[in-house]
Every structure is written in structure tokens, then in C-alpha cells.
DNA sequence: GTTGTTGCAAAGAATTTGCAACATA
DNA sequence: TATGTTGCAAATTCTTTGCAACAAC
């Protein structure tokens, strides 16, 4: 894995880094699951640090917007992970909730196919794989 | 469009088919776009029908599991929308809402080859593409 | 009649907002 | 010092549950 800054990538995100907003995105980085902001306060209050949930509410919207982390749904709680700046899609293990990025390669001919033959604009897409991971199935 | 037997589609998915639930499907048919359970209760009110919340929940609930029903997230709203039994992705058009169903195409193929190449055991996949619809774009 | 269904009111849970104290550039 | 940030408490919102009345088979 490539050496990640956290602070420079908060500043990257229009956002001063801040204890807290390290002590979140630090948190995010070091798993390979989906976090939900739930998850995160637990975890950031176990370790003894004292960061507000509202905190880790804001940070991971911000974080998101900002296009370094991506989203996930689950169960009716926003999960977020770490991303790569570029464009890519999923692998979701249903079982232990291991994200993999993996690259389009036909997805995207398949998004400008159909879209040209319907007339529709494209704005971005979303194409995920579930299933269970090497380790799990 | 085929016709639609809203109490058939309803006892196939082992629900009696009620006033209230027919109510529910009915407007859910009839809409291009998908609606969310708050969406439905104020629609079914305005029309005069006394159909509770609780009800309406329960009943897209159910039809989602039966696979009657597609969902989506929409600003932490769940909304639903009915779809065709077989395998299918989505148009979505981020101004008007409304769906197309489109077939996966290309798509099949790339999570065969993905999930191949990192030993994952698919159980489902989802693809979407988001942007305007021929008549806003 | 038996079993499934409804809907109210209350409970739960995730997320957002107001705002005064605080930290950073 | 000016501006961005924090975090508590309160408010919002979506969704679920308990339960007694009711409807369908």
C-alpha cells in the first residue's frame, strides 16, 4: 500500500486536519470494510480519544464530497471507505464486508452504449459486485 | 405495458390482496419514477383513502422481498419502484426521477470475469447509470 | 373461527442544526 | 484577530414495534 498523508490529504479536501478529522480519517485508512459514522465514534472512543460524533458526521461528509471516500448503504446506515481518485467500481464481501476497487473495463462501453441508444445524458454511474470474497466463500 | 393485475401480483407474493395494498401497488404503478414510503402515504391521504404509514411501510417491504419492487436510495429515503421479474439495471434521470429498466449486457460479462479473476463467489451485482433523461437533457 | 392485516401511538435509530467555547492560520 | 471547527443538547426524520380492533379466507 502506497504511504497515505492524512493531513495533506484533508487539505487536498479544503479541510484544515485537524486532531479530530486525523483521528477519523486515520481510522478509515487502516480498515478494509465500509465504516458507518456509528462505527467510527465507537471506535475513536474505545481508543480514548475524545471525538465528537457530530464531528465524525461532518468529517465524513466533507471527506465524501470531496471524493475521498466513497459511500455504501447498508442496512440503513451510511458506510464510507477510503478511495482511489480514479474511477472504479466494487467487489463487496456480503459476509465480512471487504471492499475491493476493481476497474470497469465493459461497464463503461456498456454505459455509453446504452445511454447513446436511449438519449440520455450521462452523469456518472455505479456498477458493484456482492458476493462472498476469496477468504470467505 | 402489459396489462398489470395488481391482486394477482400481490397473492403471488403471498399477501392478501387488501384495499390498502392495492391502494399502495396501484400508485406505485402508475408512477414513472420510484416513490418512497412518505411519498405513497401522502399521495394515497390526498386521494382520500385512509391507508396508514404503517401499512405502507410494511407493504413495500414485503413486495421488495418478493422482488415485485426495486429499490433505491434517495436522500436517505428509501424509494421503490415496480420492476420486470428478469435480471435488469437502471436509467435514472437525476432531474426527474424517472427509471428506465435496460438490460445489463456487457455488464454480465465483466462481473463473470472480475469475480473470476479475484476468486470472489457472486451472489447479485447492480448497475446504474445516473444523469438526464431525453426530455430534460 | 382462525389466521392474517391494519393503524394508532410510542419507541428506536440515524442524522442535522443551533450555538457558545475553542483552535488555527 | 478573523475565520474555521468542535461538541453538546435538542430537534428532525425515517422506520419499526406493541397491541387491540378488524377483515379475509
Redesign the pocket.
Known amino acids: 500500500m502506497a504511504t497515505l498523508d492524512v493531513p495533506v490529504l484533508l487539505r487536498r479536501a479544503g ?7 486525523v483521528a477519523v480519517l486515520d481510522a478509515i485508512a487502516a480498515a478494509s470494510t465500509a465504516l ?3 462505527d467510527l465514534y465507537s471506535q475513536l472512543r474505545e481508543r480514548g480519544g ?6 465524525v ?3 465524513l ?1 466533507a471527506l465524501a464530497e470531496a471524493g475521498v471516500l466513497d459511500t455504501f448503504e447498508q442496512a ?3 458506510g464510507y471507505r477510503l478511495c482511489s481518485a480514479d474511477h472504479h467500481h466494487h467487489l463487496v464481501c456480503v459476509q465480512c464486508g471487504v471492499v475491493e476497487e476493481v476497474e470497469g473495463g465493459e461497464v463503461e462501453d456498456w454505459v455509453k452504449r446504452t445511454a447513446r441508444s436511449r438519449r440520455f445524458r450521462v452523469s456518472s454511474h455505479r456498477a458493484d459486485i456482492y458476493g462472498r470474497c476469496r477468504r470467505c466463500a
Chains 1, 2 share one sequence.
Not at 15 to 21: A, D, K, W, Y
Open positions: 479541510l484544515r486536519p485537524t486532531t479530530q478529522r458507518t459514522a456509528q475524545g471525538t465528537g460524533l457530530t464531528t458526521y461532518r468529517t461528509s440503513g446506515e451510511q
